[in-house]
Structures are given as structure tokens and as C-alpha cells.
């Protein structure tokens, strides 16, 4: 696609539940991130994927936490039995070679 | 452990003035990157500099890349109201190269009439 595609946009959920976040990068991007922003904060990162090799998941804060990259395209993040401090929005970005990060528009996940 | 600094944190300026945002880190690198975040907005690429001495331009705004000073500043001139936003600076670590950048804290500025 044009850009990186996130769904949903936004995500309210009751304490406890489990919830996924999509994550679409541009094709042909090999390398995925996701990085979590909350209110007035700079970026936290959480994982990173790079083509076929291991992900990076030393952001992770839980093992709560968890995502998956299927066929090198998208990604899905998963966390499970949420609390209120999960709350935030949560970036996706691709890129390729040495251009930077092109960031989707974000997950804005509420827990209640 | 990189570390990214951004000084200041926070910025008010009049529409028409001058003035520089800083971007430090603490180990080697020479890539550095320049984002855009408007409230409730993702974060959109400004500049990317690849090497020392890098300058780039567009409109009101230029960035520019010191290796050696492990420092980058974002210079804004005649700043018009439209500028208003945070503004990051994410470095690419120089023994991790292409995987995560670390992201300085944000400037956030707001340009008054």
C-alpha cells in the first residue's frame, strides 16, 4: 500500500480482556516496529522485525506483550489480560535501507 | 546504553523570530533522524542526515548533523504559526545499525501570533 496501514484506530477495552492491534507496512519494507507513545511521552519501543530473522522483543514491558509478523508483511500485537497503564498509543513503522521510519497513524488504546 | 537529549523540551516563540532546537546522544552514530508530531497525529519524517557535516533544508526549517559533537541542531527561521508541533530526534545506533532508533524526549513548540 501507499503508507502503513494500522486498525483499528481506536480500541477501547475493559481491564482484563485481551486485545490486537494490525499493523499493514508499505511492501517491500523488510524491517517492522512498534513503539508505544503515552500521553504527552516521547516514543517507548516494544519489537522489531526484520525480514526472516528472530525479532527483536528486548522492549517488550510484559510478557503480556507479544507479536507476530506473518509471510514478512503483517504484523499483529498482542496483549493480553490488559491494565490500565497499557493505555496509550501504539505506533507502527516500516522501513527499508536507510531512509527512516515511515509511522503509521496509530492504535489509541483505551483500558477502562 | 544510547541515550538521546533534547533541549529545550518545551518552546514559545513569536511568529517571525529565530531559533534552534538541540539534539544530543551519547554514543556513536552518524544517522539521525528529524520527525513532526501534531497533536493527536502520528509522527511524520522531517530530514534524515546520514553523515557528519549533513545539512538539509525544507522551507522554514534546517537540520543539520555534527558526528563528532554527537549533536544535530533543528534551526527554525521566521517561524509562522504552522510550525507549531513536537519535534523528534531519533538516532540509529552505530553498532545496531537499521535496528531500533532511540527517540529523544520532544520539543514541544508552540509559535504565537
Known amino acids: 500500500g501507499a503508507g502503513v496501514s494500522q486498525s483499528p484506530s481506536n480500541k477501547v477495552t475493559e481491564k482484563g480482556k485481551d486485545v490486537e492491534l494490525r499493523c499493514d507496512p508499505i511492501?517491500?519494507?523488510?524491517?517492522l516496529y512498534w513503539y508505544r507513545q503515552s500521553l504527552g511521552q516521547g516514543l517507548e519501543f516494544l519489537i522489531y522485525f526484520q525480514g526472516n530473522s528472530a525479532p527483536d522483543k528486548s522492549g517488550l514491558p510484559s510478557d503480556r506483550f507479544s507479536a507476530e509478523r506473518t509471510g514478512g508483511s503483517v504484523s499483529t500485537l498482542t496483549i493480553q489480560r490488559t491494565q490500565q497503564e497499557d493505555s496509550a498509543v501504539y505506533l507502527c513503522?516500516?522501513?527499508?535501507?536507510?531512509?527512516?521510519?515511515?509511522f503509521g497513524s496509530g492504535t489509541r488504546l483505551t483500558v477502562v | 546504553e544510547l541515550k538521546v537529549e533534547q533541549n529545550p523540551l518545551f518552546l514559545s516563540m513569536q511568529e517571525g523570530k529565530n531559533y534552534t532546537i538541540y539534539c544530543n546522544y551519547s554514543t556513536t552514530s552518524d544517522r539521525l533522524y528529524w520527525y513532526r508530531q501534531d497533536p493527536g497525529k502520528s509522527l511524520e519524517s522531517l530530514f534524515v542526515l546520514l553523515s557528519n557535516g549533513a545539512v538539509k533544508q525544507e522551507g522554514r526549517l534546517m537540520a543539520s548533523l555534527d558526528t563528532k559533537a554527537r549533536l544535530s541542531t533543528l534551526h527554525i527561521t521566521a517561524a509562522v504559526h504552522d510550525l507549531s508541533a513536537t519535534y523528534f530526534c531519533?538516532?540509529?545506533?552505530?553498532?545496531?545499525?537499521?535496528?531500533?532508533?532511540?527517540f529523544g524526549p520532544g520539543t514541544r513548540l508552540s509559535v504565537l501570533p
Open positions: 511492501s517491500g519494507h523488510t524491517a
Open positions: 531519533a538516532v540509529d545506533p552505530v553498532d545496531n545499525y537499521g535496528q531500533n532508533f532511540v
Open positions: 513503522a516500516s522501513s527499508f535501507n536507510n531512509y527512516g521510519y515511515t
